[in-house]
């Protein structure tokens, strides 16, 4: 994970979670780099497709327990997991260009009808927390957000302010190719059709990732 020390900037660029996406955006790191901000204000930029439900729950936790302000710049795309860390943010924007995506929790289930419905119990619990999350900055009831993630819904920086999940009209604008995984059922045109590769779950990750990966295996800074 990339760190700007002078700007108390950290890079949430490249999937999120160590397990599932092998090397990624962990809440270890994330851990690790707030502690060197400690009583100062952070900026975390993010440009991401998502990945472990879990690690970006912990990841905005972190963020919300951090003793200075926090703001969340989606610079690119913030989906899925990645929604939820930019959720965190007191104030949260989005740069120009920039999406957020949200939808139901995911998975991958073998075996019997027993244990495929059991997944699926599991998936809703996963839904729920989610869902307390969106609710906090989010308008609208419940239902009308739980909607949202069942239809997979994309939002604009203007759409995101009008729904809650940013509070700012924007950033200065930036250069980055969005983040695509395969998973996304209903990307925007200008996502489906970036340059950037696809992420696969469990599969070798993209180009785009890996160079994040090989830059990030320690976290590294700025000066």
Not at 95 to 123: C, D, P, Q, Y
Not at 163 to 187: C, F, M, Q, R
């Amino acid at each position: 994970m990339l760190i700007d020390r002078e700007t108390r900037e950290i890079f949430v660029y490249g999937p999120i979670g160590g397990s599932f996406f092998e090397e990624g955006i962990t809440a270890e790191l994330m851990i690790e780099a707030l502690s060197m901000f400690r009583g100062q204000d952070v900026t975390v930029r993010i440009n991401s497709p998502g990945g472990v439900a879990d690690q970006g729950i912990a990841i905005y936790n972190a963020l919300r327990r951090h003793d200075g302000e926090v703001t969340t710049v989606v610079d690119a795309v913030a989906a899925s997991a990645a929604s939820v860390i930019a959720a965190a943010g007191r104030k949260r924007k989005t740069s120009k260009g920039g999406k957020w995506m949200i939808h139901r929790a995911m998975s991958l289930a073998f075996g019997n009808s027993t244990e495929m419905r059991k997944a699926a119990e599991v998936l809703e619990t996963y839904d729920r927390s989610i869902l307390e999350i969106y609710d906090s900055v989010m308008v609208g009831t419940p239902d009308d957000i739980e909607a949202m993630l069942d239809a997979e819904t994309w939002f604009t920086g203007e759409e995101a302010l009008a729904i809650g999940l940013a509070t700012e009209a924007g950033d200065d604008a930036v250069s980055v190719e969005p983040a695509v995984a395969a998973w996304y059922k209903n990307a925007p045109k200008a996502v489906a059709a970036s340059a950037a590769p696809v992420v696969v779950p469990k599969y070798p990750t993209s180009r785009q990732a890996a160079e994040i990966r090989n830059r990030t295996m320690h976290l590294t800074f700025k000066r």
